[in-house]
């Protein structure tokens, strides 16, 4: 077990994660080591497996803290407002999506090594902050939309929330891509994270 405070611990695990982080801005996360993150903290390698077993557990934290403040976020909308329409619902909601790069990138691209690679204690952790931002995109349907019934709400959410997977690759490209596409004769319709969520989200309100 790491020694020290509560809140010693607590900034040692935010250092590494910020260290994967800077990491993950330049270099793919295959190519990100154990050894790399330690070169970024001030402590040693063997530390940080006081704290985490693999550099998948790290990028683990990350995403279940994406998903965290995602959450607060939409907890802020609800609070915020007694009623919204259709529109309000989908740009409020459109726009805590947008803050949430982070999210969507290791959503779409790294998710199942993250899962696959980490122990189940730190999984259930994350599937509880995940859990908990579908509960909250719920609570937002159901509070501004009180004739919706249950039935909808989830379907809903089960429309809603695969979707997410594809956001990040349709509006987050490469040069090379782009490069690959105009000599394929792919035709580019670019779009914005926003553009696409308030669509979908305006589009499934239709059905409640």
């Not at 994967?20 to 497996?49: E, H, N, V």
């Not at 089960?158 to 490069?179: E, L, R």
């Amino acid at each position: 077990m790491p020694k020290g405070s509560p809140e010693q611990k607590a900034a040692r695990r935010d250092e590494i994660m910020s260290a994967c982080l800077s990491l993950y801005q330049t270099k793919s996360f295959r190519d990100i080591s154990m050894g790399d993150i330690a070169d970024y903290t001030s402590f040693s390698r063997p530390s940080i497996y006081n704290y985490f077993e693999t550099k998948e557990e790290i990028f683990l934290a990350l995403f279940q803290r994406e998903y965290e403040c995602w959450t607060a976020d939409l907890e802020a909308v609800i609070a915020a407002n007694e009623r919204m329409d259709a529109a309000a619902f989908a740009d409020a909601a459109a726009k805590t999506v947008e803050k949430r790069t982070l999210l969507l990138k290791l959503l779409s691209m790294n998710m199942y090594d993250m899962e696959e690679h980490s122990r189940l204690e730190r999984l259930t952790d994350f599937k509880a902050a995940y859990g908990a931002s579908m509960d909250a995109l719920e609570k937002g349907l159901e509070k501004f939309f009180p004739a919706s019934t249950v039935e909808k709400r989830k379907d809903f959410i089960w429309h809603f929330f695969p979707f997410m997977f594809g956001i990040y690759p349709y509006t987050f490209v490469t040069d090379k891509q782009q490069a690959a596409m105009e000599r394929a004769g792919t035709r580019i319709l670019h779009r914005s994270v926003y553009e696409l969520t308030y669509g979908m989200i305006a589009e499934l309100l239709k059905s409640i």
